[in-house]
């Protein structure tokens, strides 16, 4: 049976060092993308696979954060948790477990965009969790057709959507597309405090409990005010 997450977390709470200067003075989930915010496009991808609470963290420019997501008038409920000190992706999630509940949950990053293909991307990848085999579930991008700096890549990934990282000096084909399926059982090993989810997705890897699908439709990499604009370029062109 197809998991249905009701909850889910978007990861708002960086400095975003890298899109400045348009992050000075606001957060970077609230830059505006094809007429709206980034946040809010990703609450709608959220809302449009039935997810019903939304936990938010904020650190740079928390305020904003918070008078956007009270502004807001459309599901998803969002709940905002500030973070006097960065927790980073991993540590932030952990510490909203109280409010994901016990049961698999979505997590988006809060500069993450992409376009659906012929099903929603979320829906696809709760359509490919199961609990028996793993813990969590990763949405990735083609690397090839990304117009930006991504490095040497992310995940190899075999025909069973078991991935693997890089290797010594290999260029692997996949990145991670900002999006994921989990169970809290996948930070069950997780000490309280700042932490990447690589460390636990690391772990998983060793497990054999970490899958992946990738990405059907189109996908943006947000990292510069460069990319934004090519991104937003590319958008009205369709």
Given at each position: ?238
């Amino acid at each position: 049976m197809t998991v249905r997450p009701r909850t889910a977390m978007i990861l708002a709470a960086g400095l975003a060092t890298r899109m400045r200067p348009l992050t000075d003075h606001t957060a970077k989930p609230l830059l505006r993308l094809a007429g709206q915010t980034l946040l809010d496009h990703a609450l709608d991808r959220l809302a449009e696979v039935g997810v019903e609470t939304v936990v938010v963290n904020a650190h740079w420019h928390a305020d904003k954060l918070a008078a956007h997501l009270a502004a807001r008038a459309t599901p998803p409920r969002t709940v905002l948790r500030r973070e006097a000190q960065l927790l980073e992706t991993g540590g932030g999630v952990l510490a909203a477990l109280d409010l994901l509940g016990p049961e698999p949950f979505f997590v988006v990053n809060g500069d993450a965009f992409w376009l659906n293909g012929p099903s929603p991307a979320l829906a696809r990848l709760a359509a490919a969790f199961d609990p028996e085999v793993a813990d969590a579930v990763l949405l990735l991008q083609r690397a090839a057709p990304v117009m930006a700096e991504i490095g040497r890549g992310d995940f190899a990934l075999d025909p069973w959507g078991v991935p693997r990282r890089p290797r010594e000096f290999e260029l692997v084909p996949y990145v991670f597309a900002g999006a994921s399926i989990m169970h809290p059982a996948l930070l069950r090993d997780c000490m309280p405090g700042a932490f990447s989810l690589n460390q636990p997705w690391n772990q998983a890897l060793a497990a054999g409990r970490l899958r992946a699908i990738v990405h059907d439709g189109d996908w943006f990499h947000l990292s510069t005010p460069a990319d934004l604009d090519d991104a937003e370029t590319a958008l009205a062109g369709r």
